[in-house]
């Protein structure tokens, strides 16, 4: 997608380095009314100068006509049920069958033999992952830990339609998940509802629109049993223009 930072320091360990740019219409943004896709960030120039700088061995950047020579509306379609019916998949109809469509893709274009995505995008990491192992992709699917600013924030091309006021009051939303993970660690037995829903209404008494808080199965995003161990507090929120997203996994002992 683009918008490269530290996650180069990652690809540098890597033997062989293949990466993908692209920037689909379908892919960014089908359901959100507020971000225009049209104004969404792309600085390919920029990231293929510190892409060359960290040593990368190729960069694969296709336009949409060559992915889609015939058009997007007749293209056949990639769709993971379940998990990308919820959350994001919720919020956004149709989001997740141009991603699953596209990384399908490149996947099979490029067939590296490890792909990496940002755990940032925990949903979508897990969509990808079930989709190569449902359509038995090779390669490996790994995801790597978000990288975020000094204050906490998720690095995102999204954060430049934050105002300076408004970037100030952003790295909330990451206390707010956090707290929740504290409280969850202290208590295993509280009412998960109710902690997302304080966590909710604090961030909307802040300035956030909420769109979604949620506490769920980090294995496929279901609502947890009380003896599964594995969790993510997961969340999405507007602020101004921005649809920030975010989440930390809990470990319940």
């Known amino acids: 997608m683009g918008w490269f930072h530290q996650y180069l320091k990652v690809l540098t360990l890597c033997f062989h380095v293949y990466l993908t740019w692209l920037a689909l219409p379908h892919h960014l943004a089908v359901a959100e009314k507020k971000e225009c896709r049209d104004h969404y960030p792309r600085v390919l120039d920029s990231d293929s100068e510190k892409l060359k700088t960290a040593g990368v061995d190729l960069l694969f950047s296709p336009t949409v006509s060559e992915l889609y020579p015939n058009g997007q509306q007749s293209v056949t379609r990639v769709v993971v049920p379940v998990i990308g019916d919820t959350l994001c998949g919720a919020s956004r109809p149709g989001h997740f069958s ?100 304080q966590a909710a209404n604090t961030l909307n008494n802040a300035g956030f629109i909420t769109d979604y808080f949620e506490i769920c199965r980090a294995t496929d995003l279901a609502k947890p049993n009380r003896d599964d161990q594995d969790l993510v507090v997961i969340a999405a929120a507007w602020l101004g223009k921005a649809r920030l997203i975010d989440n930390v996994r809990v470990r319940v002992e």
């Open 98 to 197: 141009g991603v699953a469509t596209v990384v399908s893709k490149l996947l099979n274009i490029v067939q590296s033999d490890s792909t990496l995505f940002g755990e940032k995008d925990f949903q979508q990491l897990l969509i990808i992952k079930k989709l190569a192992n449902d359509l038995c992709f090779s390669g490996d699917i790994i995801g790597v830990p978000t990288c975020r600013e000094v204050d906490g924030l998720a690095m995102s091309s999204r954060n430049r339609y934050l105002s300076d006021t408004q970037r100030e009051l952003a790295p909330a939303l990451i206390r707010e998940l956090r707290n929740v993970k504290k409280m969850i660690e202290l208590n295993p037995s509280a009412d998960f509802s109710q902690l997302t829903q």
